[in-house]
């Protein structure tokens, strides 16, 4: 039995950091290429020790994988491009020199990189020291992982101020099974304290069970961060009794849909999580989601641009491929119609749901029901 443990703990770990290296692959390779930005900042605040027994890769390898590849693929394709600094911090003094150990064996640091930084800090005295950092930012980005030993000391004003100059984003890991099995049960300080941050203790709505405590979650994050920002979650099933979740957070709709496609490449299905089994359809069954096309239906119950479509559909945790195809087929059926600025008729499954049209409002339509 223990054995199953070890390995259903290993591949539930793996699906975590497989998440974090989708994005961050991704997010090096646009901030490198947007011409603007002058150096990249990673921060791993619990970065552990680098890699498993088993050989598998923890956070700061998989990071540095991602640092390293973009960085060779610039140095082959252009001569200026961001440099990277990355820091990677634990408490446990041990946990960081072995990852400095892992880093160095594996041949995934170059001073051309940019700077590494190794530290042994508190989370309670670190955090302030980098949102003041942050905070000074120029031609800069960051990106800030943060993987717990628990949620005591994890509060919400922590990723606001984090994000607060609009140049950070954040992956936040959170013990959500837990979390949950506490809230009804003898709901402790450390629970009660992080939900009081996002909302009045007696206003929150115990959850019925820790789906709904992910997504509950997940609501009051975006309440208390505010609609200009965007906020996400993945869920991993580590067994079949607990679920922990990754929740991300950023300022830009860009860095969310790459986000979502991250999630919808290892979840080809759902685009929501990943189970030990290997079978979403399972996994997901309890969740009762709402399928996309109910939720823009009632969405379009009033006229839209196709700029308003797009960010609606990933807030809805949906990619722009699956409103498309939803769009052409109500289009085919005649139930809904697309119209130009100019009052003419959209030419047939032309919808412009993409980050460009979105940001420039080039070629901007309106959706509207016929029925």
């Known amino acids: 039995m223990s054995k199953d443990v070890k390995k259903h703990l290993l591949e539930h770990s793996a699906a975590k950091v497989k998440l974090l290296g989708e994005y961050i692959a991704r997010f090096l390779n646009i901030i490198s290429n947007d011409r603007y930005t002058e150096n990249i900042h990673v921060y791993d605040?619990?970065?552990?020790?680098?890699?498993?027994?088993?050989?598998?890769?923890?956070?700061?390898?998989?990071?540095m994988n991602a640092v390293k590849d973009i960085h060779f693929k610039n140095v082959a394709k252009k001569d200026t491009f961001p440099k990277i600094n990355c820091q990677f911090n634990d408490i446990e003094t041990a946990k960081v020199d072995s990852t400095s150990a892992a880093i160095a064996a594996n041949n995934?640091?170059?001073s051309s990189?940019?700077?590494?930084?190794?530290?042994?800090?508190?989370?309670?005295?670190?955090?302030?020291?980098?949102t003041e950092k942050l905070s000074e930012l120029k031609n800069e980005k960051a990106f800030v992982f943060?993987?717990?030993?628990?949620?005591?000391?994890?509060?919400?004003?922590?990723?606001?101020?984090?994000?607060?100059?609009?140049?950070?984003?954040?992956?936040?890991?959170?013990?959500?099974?837990?979390?949950?099995?506490?809230?009804?049960?003898?709901?402790?300080?450390?629970?009660?304290?992080?939900?009081?941050?996002?909302v009045p203790y007696q206003d929150w709505t115990e959850s019925t069970n820790v789906w709904t405590f992910v997504d509950t979650l997940k609501n009051e994050f975006q309440n208390a961060i505010g609609d200009e920002y965007f906020v996400d979650n993945f869920t991993i099933e580590k067994d079949a009794n607990t679920v922990f979740c990754l929740y991300f957070f950023t300022s830009h709709i860009k860095g969310f849909e790459k986000m979502l496609e991250s999630k919808w490449k290892i979840d080809?299905?759902?685009?929501?999580?990943?189970?030990?089994?290997?079978?979403?359809?399972?996994?997901?069954a309890a969740m009762n989601m709402n399928p996309l096309e109910e939720k823009l239906m009632e969405f379009l119950n009033e006229p839209r641009t196709n700029g308003e479509i797009f960010e609606f559909t990933l807030r809805c945790g949906y990619l722009s491929k699956h409103s498309k195809e939803i769009l052409s087929n109500l289009q085919k059926q005649g139930n809904i119609?697309?119209?130009?600025?100019?009052?003419?008729?959209?030419?047939?499954?032309a919808f412009y749901l993409?980050?460009?049209?979105?940001?420039?409002?080039?070629?901007?339509?309106t959706v509207s029901k016929t029925i």
């Open 108 to 110: 995934l640091y170059y």
């Open 337 to 349: 119609k697309a119209i130009l600025e100019d009052t003419s008729d959209a030419r047939k499954n």
């Open 45 to 63: 605040l619990f970065c552990g020790e680098g890699q498993y027994e088993d050989g598998g890769l923890g956070s700061p390898l998989v990071i």
């Open 268 to 284: 080809d299905d759902h685009g929501k999580g990943w189970s030990y089994q290997g079978n979403q359809g399972d996994l997901f």
């Open 146 to 198: 943060i993987d717990p030993y628990g949620y005591k000391h994890i509060r919400m004003q922590n990723i606001i101020d984090l994000m607060s100059n609009n140049k950070t984003e954040v992956l936040l890991w959170l013990p959500t099974q837990f979390m949950y099995r506490f809230e009804s049960n003898g709901t402790p300080t450390a629970l009660k304290d992080f939900i009081e941050e996002l």
């Open 354 to 365: 993409n980050y460009k049209c979105y940001k420039e409002e080039y070629s901007k339509i």
């Open 113 to 130: 990189f940019g700077d590494i930084e190794y530290s042994s800090e508190d989370y309670l005295e670190l955090i302030p020291k980098l």
